[in-house]
């Protein structure tokens, strides 16, 4: 069932190694087939050295398994909830990768401070809130979801223009089209986190770039009038 998304979440999942955005285990990459309502994911704590395109886990959005040996990544129901939220979302990746992390740990925001962040992300890359005792209690992964959903609505931002979040004090979320988009944005968000601190470190006192700014880069790659690229 689904052998060819199967094989492309496989080839996205073992990208996150080769691009050092993940140590042991440490991430999850999926992708949906919007046609059947069923999605595909990598299994919980498998090594990736170990994994093959039929050791991935088709799931429904529902939570049921639907083919498998092994049980779905722990974060399965994260990735649910953004499935169910945002119909343009193909494929979601999840990464302990440092740099983000770093700012999810500290709670902030990634700024927008030139224009490599603003050739993919439409603003500041959102931290979300913590989660409350009584959400991790209830439903930990599934209550992440809803706390990514809570803060793209509560700040009015389009999951499509800023295809990422960091939660905080716990780590990034990313995602796209399907799961190559999708990694692809975790690695430049990656690099976008390492920009930014480095920034910050050369001049404490810097400002955001300015919107005109912003707003060039980003719709010259993105939108109805995108010109950038054959």
């Not at 389009?158 to 716990?170: E, S």
């Amino acid at each position: 069932m689904l052998e060819q998304l199967k094989k492309e979440v496989y080839e996205a999942n073992m990208e996150l190694p080769s691009r050092g955005l993940v140590t042991y285990t440490w991430g999850n990459v999926s992708g949906i087939d919007r046609e059947t309502g069923y999605f595909v994911i990598k299994p919980s704590g498998v090594e990736y050295e170990e994994l093959t395109p039929d050791d991935m886990v088709v799931m429904d959005l529902e939570g049921r398994k639907i083919e498998g040996k092994y049980k779905p990544s722990s974060d399965t129901a994260t990735h649910i909830e953004l499935y169910r939220a945002y119909a343009d979302i193909g494929g979601v990746v999840h990464t302990h990768s440092p740099e983000a992390v770093a700012w999810a740990q500290a709670g902030r925001d990634i700024p927008l401070y030139g224009t490599t962040h603003a050739d993919y992300f439409f603003g500041p890359i959102p931290c979300a809130r913590n989660l409350t005792p009584e959400e991790i209690d209830e439903a930990y992964e599934l209550n992440t979801g809803k706390v990514i959903i809570e803060t793209f609505t509560d700040r009015d931002i389009d999951p499509v223009f800023t295809p990422g979040v960091l939660c905080k004090n716990h780590g990034p979320f990313t995602w796209g089209k399907d799961a190559a988009q999708a990694v692809y944005n975790a690695v430049v968000l990656e690099e976008v986190a390492r920009m930014a601190r480095l920034t910050e470190m050369v001049n404490p006192d810097v400002k955001p770039a300015p919107d005109c700014i912003r707003d060039k880069h980003f719709f010259r790659k993105h939108g109805v009038n995108a010109y950038y690229g054959q």
